[in-house]
Structure formats: structure tokens, C-alpha cells
């Protein structure tokens, strides 16, 4: 019981195996089914619920299924992007963690044959940052930036956010995007029986070894003794890795590749064999090995970091090794694939472990996990707004500004290169990142297209409300989008949630599938690739301690037209508009006002009018091209204010707002609610403007004008209820995270 327990396996599984083969499973054949067979690489408890995704569309090349999807951005060029979670590792060693979790989803996008040119992250760290938050904070966006920083890769883009329930279950959840020429797509397959496997990058040492078992499992608060499950990653390895990959590319000399992570070498191989409906031979004395004394099972299932597998006829190899040696990789046959399904893996001439290639991909349980709606919605749904006292409004905005979830970001991305490459048009701190694709590996590759990339993930919603915050999510993420005039072309996710053997987790992960399927279905927006992280709960004297339900959705779109606009207002005289859903009754449930001004998380999640959520993205776009609008900014985190201020910081002018509202004035300023965005018409324009609104079925209201003057002033019914320096509100937003940490 104790062997198979500690490879991750239950005693039904382990019996359903031995009853399998028909005998008792080597300790390395455990080793192999215990991570093949993880919650991490089988998605046990969350496969029949993915299925519920759509997964195709006019611009899918290639859905879920491969190390990453890949989307046409016009003839030309192809686009292939992931993200996935690095969470355990990097609460177990924050620094390696999150730079491995870097390192990773660059080989799954290379893997597709695609050079990897842009980097996002979405991060979640405990509330309050002090002791061991403090130390997980600081390694993460460390092992972050030197990664990313030495690969060359450029980190446009993300967000981080804090609360109470990630202090021991930080998440940090990593995306990549490459670049292909048309039509240059490979997959994790052989073509036939007798291509050899080539392995080529670092050599394997003994780091990472029970990565995928770690991963699918809760963690303790005692991490020391799991250290030696984390992988190191060395970023210069990893570029000469991606150089050397793009070279034998564009010789055709392979068929096939797979990058090594979960389950090292035997995970690559069996999944390859499995995908090409094969079996494969491993010759693990032939694996290049940088510490002495490794043993089989090592070897096997070290997750050691810038390797790939690649498959090829026999006659490539010697061009293979030529150019492994020319950029200073290690690089050698380790396989061949052979025609009776089977996985044997040998070790100086004796078989190691013989195991049939559908148990370990194919026959991992799956499990319907009961799942219950859990009792604390009953109680935080009570809560009613009328009963909130009305906060003062200056002291609100301070507040907020000053709130580690609206304050700038700035101490943590600038940390990070976002321009390495000269392709970044809009930085870190916008609606949405904006790239130009100026090459792909031939020079006469190009795209006119910018590509638009944008990161959401509202952990606190899908709390209140799994099902609407699921749709709340896919709709902030596609409205980033339109607010700098790009088009989605799909969607890549990260599932963020507890233990799902308690059936209030499982419940709050059907529902916010639920809900980001719906929501993608109707804007016709597929999910094209993602991971699910799982078990983020820490085990304490006190108890179990689960994170929020936390999807991170990243949406990827492109800008065909000719312009484009960011979030600041440009020119004095302009019109500040607020367009959208504004005869919906506002609310305060969820928001960031609720929590930091009355220390209330409760209520529910606006919901989302898909039909009017549409016809504003699509509004959007429009007066973008036609040049009706200097600026677009959503209204979200911290309601109609922030977006207001952020609007009118680092630009040297000023706003001055005319209303005349009887409602609640913390409703106006700071709710939440979905469908609604401040824009900038030029002076002149208005009345067009005006009239793509009604035209599109949308509401407007005149909110003030732009000032040469930076000063933010607020009347109410000519009553003046808010004045105040710009420089003294931006100033409280840019150091607030220095003065937090």
C-alpha cells in the first residue's frame, strides 16, 4: 500500500492495474503510471466536463488535443499559444517554479513548430504580503523575469491580484504565443514504425523526479522535504534549444516532437506512441545524464527541463547530432517506434519496465466526482446594497487607488523586458497587449496584422456566482479586446481550483465551465487549448485552506483594420462617453469597493446581457476604424472612478464631469457590472458618434470633458462633490504596491 500510494495511485487503481497485466507492476512501471495516471496529465476528474468547451471555428487549425492550439492569423502566418499553471512549485520554491513554468509553456508552443515571441502571466499571492507571501512574491516574479528576460522573450502583458485564500496556494499560471509560416504545423506524432526518437537539449539530471504526482495532490505548509520535485531551468539552454529546433525545421528534417515535461521521458514517449497508434522502444543508457550513478527510474521520469523529443528517420540522425553539437546541446537516439503498442524501456540490454501504451494514456480512470452546491452562497447572497451607509467619495477613491488590485502594477512588470524583439505596440498596463508580426523564421514572412492578447481571471465572482462568473469573464476578456479594435480569434484557459473530491469544488468547476462555454458559444469564440490545476488546497493544523474557483482566460485576437486606440485620453476638448448596458440596475456585489471600503466579500455577480455584450464589441470595432473614438477603456475592477483616473494618468491633461444622478453615487462610480466602456470622441463628432451608439441597440451618456488643466473635478446637479489633483491621485496609484510589499 505504501509503494503505490506513493507514486499517487488509489488501491482501486492500483488493483485495476495489476488486474490489467495480469501481474504485480515493477516499482518503475508504478512510477510511470503514477504520473501518466495524475490528475495533471490525465485530467481524471475534469475530463468529461472540458468537453463541454467549443473547440472549433473558421480560424482553428488545430484544437485541444496537442502541446498547444494554433489559430490562422491570415494566409501568411499562424498563431499557437497555451497557458498553464506552475502552482505547487512554485509555493514549494518560488524561484525555479515559476521560471520553469516559463521554460515549459515556451517548449509547448515550439513543439508545434512555432517560435515563441510573446510571454503573459497571470498571478495570485496572499493578502496580507508579509513572512512566507513576501518570500513566494519576490522569487516568483524573480524566476519570471530571468527566464523570460534571458530567453529573449518578451512579457507584454498579465495581472496579479491578492486575496486572503491564495497565502498558501499562490497561482501562477504562465502563457506563451509563437509564430509559423502557413501551413509549417507539427504535432506530437510518428508516421511510421521504425523512426527513431531523437532527444536533444540539457542532459538529464535527477531534478523534477515526482513533478506530476507533487502537482495532483494537496500541499503541506512542511515543503522542504518536496524540494527535490521541482525542476531547474536554465534559460540559455532554452534559447539555443528554440535556435536549434528552428534550424532543423527548416531543413525538414523531422516528422514530429515533443517536449519533455510531466512524466520526463516516459510521458513524451508513451503520449507520442499513443497519438500515433504505436508502441516504442527506450534505451535509457543512451539518455545523456549530467550526474552519475542515475537509475532507470530516474532516467525515465526526471522532468529536467530544455528537452525535446523528436521523431525522425534514421538517415536525419546524423545531421540531427550535427546540428545538437553546432549549438552546444547534447543530442542522441534514445528510441524507436515499433508496431505492437507496447512501451519497453531497456537498460543495458534488460528490460526495465514492458507496458501497454493505451493503460498508460488512454486507460486512467475517469471519474465523475459528486458535486453539491455549497452552503456559504445561501448566506453571502443575503447581502443587499441598500444596507450599505454611503461611503464618503474621496475617501473611496483613495482607498481603491491605494488597493493592491487597482493600484499600478508597474514594481512587478517592469521587472520583466516587454520590448526585447521591438514588436510590442501596446505595453504592459492597457486593455489588451498589441504585437506586430514583422517575421517568423524567413524574412518574406510577414503579417500586416497587429495581434492582440489580453488576460482575465476574477477569482472572486466565480466565488459568488460560478455559472454567471464564468460568462463575466469571457465577456471582460473579449471587451478588452474590442477596446483596442481587435477581433477574438480564440481563447486559451487555466482552471484554478481546490480539491475536487469535496463535491463544493467539483460543483463550482462544472458551473464555471458551464459558464465560459455558454459565453464562448455565443460570441462563437472556441477554446483552443489549457490546463487544469487542481488540488490547490493547503492541508493545516486548522483545516483545509482551498484558493477561489480561479479560470484565467487569456484571449487572443488580431487588429485587421487600420487603427487601433489604447486606454488614455489624447486631446483636450474631447468628449468622455459612457457607452454600453446602462439602463441595468448597478450593484456592488463582488467588487473591489465592497471588499476595501466595507470589508465585505457577498452579493452576486452582475450578470452579463451576451446579446448587448456583443453588439458593444462589435460597436467598438467599428468607431475604432472610423475614427470616432481616441480611446476605449473597460469599466471593471474597481468600477467607473478607476476607469476614469486610469484614463487620464501620465497624459497631462485633465477631466471634468457634469452628472446629474439620483442614484447612489458608490452604485455610479464604483459597480461593477458588466457590458459598459469610457471612451474619447473628438471634438466635432460627437453627434456620429452618438448615432453608431443607437444604431448598434446600445445606451450613451455624456459623462464631461477632457481639460488642458490636470485636475479631476466631479458635479453633481452643478454641485461640485469632488476636486482634486491628478498628480495626487497618481501618485497614490504608482506607489501604493512599494508601500504594500
Known amino acids: 500500500m505504501e509503494l503505490y500510494s506513493a507514486f499517487g495511485l488509489t488501491q482501486e487503481e492500483y488493483l485495476k492495474i495489476k488486474e490489467r497485466l495480469g501481474r504485480e507492476p515493477n516499482q518503475v512501471e508504478l512510477g510511470i503510471l503514477g504520473a501518466l495516471w495524475s490528475e495533471h496529465c490525465s485530467y481524471k476528474s ?54 520553469t513554468g516559463v521554460g515549459g509553456i515556451i517548449r509547448d508552443v515550439l513543439s508545434m513548430g512555432a517560435r515563441p515571441i510573446a510571454l503573459m502571466n497571470s498571478l495570485r499571492f496572499g493578502y496580507p504580503v508579509k513572512g512566507r507571501t513576501r518570500h513566494i512574491l519576490k522569487g516568483v516574479v524573480r524566476g519570471i523575469s530571468h527566464y523570460g528576460n534571458s530567453i529573449g522573450i518578451p512579457n507584454v502583458g498579465g495581472e496579479t491580484y491578492f486575496e486572503e485564500c491564495y497565502v498558501t496556494n499562490p497561482l501562477v499560471n504562465a ?80 516528422v514530429g516532437m515533443q517536449d519533455l515535461g510531466a512524466g520526463g521521458l516516459a510521458g513524451a514517449s508513451s503520449e507520442l506512441a499513443g497519438k500515433s497508434q504505436m508502441g516504442v522502444e527506450l534505451f535509457l543508457e543512451k539518455v545523456p545524464q549530467r550526474e552519475e550513478g542515475m537509475t532507470p527510474f530516474e532516467i525515465l521520469l526526471s522532468e529536467s527541463q530544455e528537452r525535446m523529443l523528436l521523431v525522425a528517420e534514421e538517415e536525419a540522425t546524423e545531421e540531427l547530432y550535427r546540428i545538437a553539437k553546432k549549438h552546444h546541446l547534447e543530442g542522441a537516439v534514445v528510441g524507436r517506434m515499433t508496431d505492437d503498442g507496447y512501451l519497453r524501456a531497456f537498460y543495458m540490454g534488460s528490460i526495465v519496465a514492458e507496458l501497454p501504451v493505451s493503460l498508460i494514456v488512454r486507460e486512467a480512470p475517469l471519474y465523475h466526482r459528486p458535486s453539491e452546491e455549497p452552503a456559504y452562497l445561501k448566506e453571502l447572497r443575503n447581502y443587499k446594497d441598500e444596507d450599505l451607509p454611503q461611503a464618503p467619495l474621496k475617501e473611496s477613491v483613495f482607498l481603491l487607488l491605494r488597493s493592491p488590485n487597482v493600484c499600478s502594477k508597474e514594481g512587478i512588470y517592469t521587472q520583466y523586458d516587454y520590448q526585447v524583439g521591438t514588436n510590442t505596440v501596446l505595453k504592459p498596463g492597457a486593455d489588451a497587449a498589441l504585437l506586430r508580426i514583422k517575421w517568423v523564421v524567413r524574412p518574406e514572412v510577414k503579417s500586416e496584422k497587429l495581434v492582440a492578447l489580453t488576460c482575465e481571471g476574477n477569482g472572486r465572482m466565480v466565488f459568488l456566482n460560478p455559472y454567471e462568473g464564468g460568462k463575466y469573464l469571457v465577456a471582460e476578456a473579449l471587451r478588452n479586446l474590442a477596446c483596442v479594435g481587435a477581433e477574438p480569434l480564440a481563447i486559451t484557459d487555466c482552471l484554478n481550483f481546490g480539491n475536487p473530491e469535496r463535491p463544493e469544488i467539483m460543483w463550482q468547476l462544472e458551473k464555471a465551465v458551464e459558464g465560459i462555454a455558454d459565453a464562448c458559444r455565443f460570441f462563437g469564440v472556441p477554446v483552443v487549448s489549457g490546463n487544469v490545476s487542481l488540488y490547490n488546497e493547503t492541508v493545516e493544523k486548522e483545516g483545509a485552506r482551498n484558493v477561489y474557483p480561479t479560470p484565467i482566460l487569456v484571449a487572443v485576437g488580431k487588429v485587421a483594420g487600420r487603427r487601433w486606440v489604447s486606454h488614455s485620453f489624447r486631446e483636450e476638448g474631447s468628449a468622455v462617453f459612457l457607452i454600453g448596458d446602462l439602463n441595468r440596475k448597478l450593484t456592488l456585489g463582488g467588487s473591489e469597493f465592497l471588499k476595501v471600503v466595507h470589508s465585505k466579500v457577498a452579493g452576486d455577480v452582475p450578470p452579463v446581457d ?132
Open 610 to 741: 451576451l446579446g448587448k455584450e456583443l453588439a458593444l464589441h462589435n460597436l467598438l470595432r467599428e468607431v475604432i476604424e472610423n475614427g470616432l473614438i481616441l480611446s476605449a477603456h473597460d469599466v471593471s475592477v474597481g468600477g467607473l472612478m478607476i476607469a476614469l483616473v486610469e484614463s487620464v494618468f501620465s497624459t497631462g491633461l485633465g477631466l471634468e464631469i457634469d452628472l446629474y444622478e439620483d442614484e447612489r453615487l458608490d452604485l455610479f462610480f464604483f459597480a461593477e457590472d458588466p457590458t459598459r466602456v469610457v471612451v474619447s470622441v473628438p471634438r466635432g463628432k460627437e453627434e456620429d458618434f452618438k448615432d453608431a451608439v443607437e444604431m448598434a441597440g446600445l445606451d450613451w451618456l455624456l459623462l464631461g470633458r477632457v481639460i488642458d488643466r490636470p485636475i479631476l473635478v466631479v458635479r453633481n446637479y452643478g454641485e461640485e462633490i469632488f476636486k482634486e489633483e491628478v498628480a495626487s491621485l497618481e501618485k497614490v496609484w504608482r506607489e501604493a504596491l512599494e508601500e504594500f510589499l
Open 46 to 99: 475534469s475530463r468529461r466536463v472540458l468537453k463541454l468547451f467549443p473547440t472549433e471555428g473558421p480560424h482553428v487549425i488545430q484544437g485541444p488535443g496537442e502541446n498547444a492550439g494554433v489559430v490562422k492569423l491570415d494566409d501568411e502566418v499562424w498563431l499557437a499559444f497555451k497557458i498553464e499553471s506552475h502552482n505547487h512549485p512554485s509555493y514549494i520554491e518560488p524561484f525555479n517554479g515559476a521560471a
Open 175 to 254: 502563457f506563451c504565443l509563437g509564430v509559423m509560416p502557413a501551413g509549417r504545423l507539427y504535432r506530437a506524432r510518428a508516421t511510421r514504425v521504425g523512426q527513431v526518437l531523437f532527444l536533444i537539449g540539457s542532459s538529464t539530471g535527477r531534478d523534477g523526479i515526482h513533478g506530476a504526482v507533487m502537482a495532483s495532490a494537496e500541499v503541506s505548509t512542511e515543503t522542504e522535504e518536496k524540494r527535490s520535485t521541482v525542476q531547474v531551468g536554465d534559460p540559455y539552454f532554452g534559447k539555443k534549444l528554440i535556435e536549434a529546433i528552428m534550424e532543423i525545421l527548416e531543413k525538414d528534417l523531422i
